[in-house]
């Protein structure tokens, strides 16, 4: 674990944090002062709650609402961190005993937009995709995008599709209509 997370933040302190237009940035700014003093609020919340700050977790720069990507050890599920949907550049890492029990606290969180499953057993890939309700899973990759696959999440992670033939529904309205064969005799 302690390799694991060493290595895990070598690969976040050479992360390209700027400009979003520019060729090779891979992450750009929060959207606005709002969700920039969010993010730093529930990073403050995770040290105070005695989660292990790894890597990150202030301000980039002196100009724009840049945050260094930070990664949490040692989250319990009780914390904030835990819990809530943060949007911004922070990873909470929870340790579990077996698989049962991620798909138990995955699917007991009042959230399910996405999972991400990593893993070289085909079987535990396919019974997570399978018990985990969310509303996209990744395979052994993250956050991969088309404009013909759906998204959206489950339970409080969103209303509706974007994206696919399932976002068409959130324009429509169905009607039915029920009319016999031939004239009724009161007609």
Known sequence: MMSLLKNQGNLLKKRIVGDPFKQGVEQGPQIDVKQFEKILKYIKSGVEDGANLETGGERLGSKGYYIKPTVFSDVKDDMLIAKDEIFGPVQSILKFKDINEVIQRA????????????????????????????????INCFDVFDATIPFGGYKMSGHGREKGIYSLSNYLQVKAVVTPLKNPAWL
């Open 107 to 138: 699917n007991n969180s009042r959230y399910g937009l996405a999972a991400g499953v990593f893993t070289k057993n085909i079987d535990t890939a396919n019974m997570m995709m399978r018990a985990l309700r969310v509303g996209s899973v990744w």
